[in-house]
């Protein structure tokens, strides 16, 4: 015959209390920690897409830039249309009536006349970078042309002076997508000329300024 040794006694409210709270002291530890590191996580894919972003928009900006007022038949007027401190609007003759063809002597094909301004094509009440209306980059708050002449110097009346415009100096600023509760933005941004382009915010966002100095190699050849 087996003889039978359970101990019937099971664990006292005490134990069982006890034993809970050291239980919820753990998780809590390690759901602490999980949060933590998933919230730094969320912080560094925001601030990675976000650099990346900016990055792919100035580079199309620069690769445009630097065509503007490219005019191989010397007869199709291409030039700067636009010049102020948030949109620039440009043309350049790069090819003919169908695709592939040459230069033609205008500038109304396809891709000939770009404007990149600040908007919200999406809707969402966040400004993007717009190429011809269209968002290229989401989420930028700033965006500031200084142009300069074939000296460097800012030039200062360009409605008299757009075609002596040589080299533009681009700065962007991009927020993330999300805001971080756990970051507090308080800095301000400018561009190469010192001048202020966006003011503190005080808010949640990380923010990002690239700028760029961009040579229209195409201008002033006539
Ligand atoms: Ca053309
Ligand atoms: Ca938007």
């Given at each position: 015959?087996?003889k039978?040794?359970?101990d019937?006694?099971g664990?006292?409210?005490?134990?069982?209390?006890?034993?809970m709270?050291?239980?919820?002291?753990v998780v809590?530890?390690?759901?602490?920690?999980?949060y933590t590191?998933q919230?730094s996580y969320?912080?560094?894919t925001?601030v990675?897409?976000?650099?990346?972003n900016?990055?792919?928009?100035?580079?199309?900006m620069?690769?445009?830039?630097?065509?503007?007022?490219c005019?191989?038949?010397?007869g199709?007027?291409?030039?700067f249309?636009?010049?102020?401190?948030n949109t620039?609007a440009f043309?350049?003759?790069?090819?003919?009536?169908s695709?592939?063809s040459?230069p033609?002597?205008?500038?109304s094909?396809?891709?000939e006349?770009?404007t990149?301004?600040?908007?919200?094509?999406?809707?969402d009440?966040?400004t993007?970078?717009?190429?011809?209306?269209?968002?290229i980059?989401?989420n930028?708050?700033?965006?500031?042309?200084?142009?300069l002449?074939?000296?460097g110097?800012v030039?200062?009346?360009?409605?008299?002076n757009?075609?002596?415009?040589?080299?533009?100096q681009?700065?962007l600023?991009?927020?993330t997508g999300?805001a971080d509760?756990?970051?507090?933005?308080?800095?301000?941004?400018?561009?190469q000329?010192?001048t202020t382009i966006?003011?503190a915010?005080?808010?949640?966002?990380?923010?990002?300024?690239?700028t760029a100095?961009?040579r229209?190699?195409n201008?002033?050849?006539?």
């Open positions: 015959m087996k039978r040794t359970l019937n006694r664990f006292t409210l005490l134990e069982i209390l006890v034993a709270a050291v239980f919820g002291v809590g530890a390690v759901y602490s920690a999980y590191q919230r969320e912080a560094q925001e990675s897409f976000m650099n990346q900016l990055r792919a928009a100035i580079l199309l620069e690769r445009e830039l630097r065509m503007a007022g005019d191989p038949t010397q199709a007027n291409a030039g249309t636009t010049a102020s401190s620039v043309t350049m003759d790069i090819r003919g009536d695709a592939g040459d033609d002597g205008d500038t094909d396809s891709g006349a770009i990149y301004a600040l908007g919200d094509p999406d809707g009440g966040d993007d970078l717009t190429r011809n209306n269209v968002m980059a989401e930028i708050d700033a965006l500031d042309f200084v142009y002449d074939e000296d110097n030039i200062t009346n360009l409605a008299s757009i075609s002596s415009i040589r080299s533009i681009i700065s600023v991009a927020r999300k509760r756990a970051y507090v933005n308080t800095d301000s941004y400018s561009n000329q010192g966006l003011a915010q005080n808010d949640n966002f990380r923010r990002r300024l690239l100095e961009i229209c190699r201008m002033g050849l006539k």
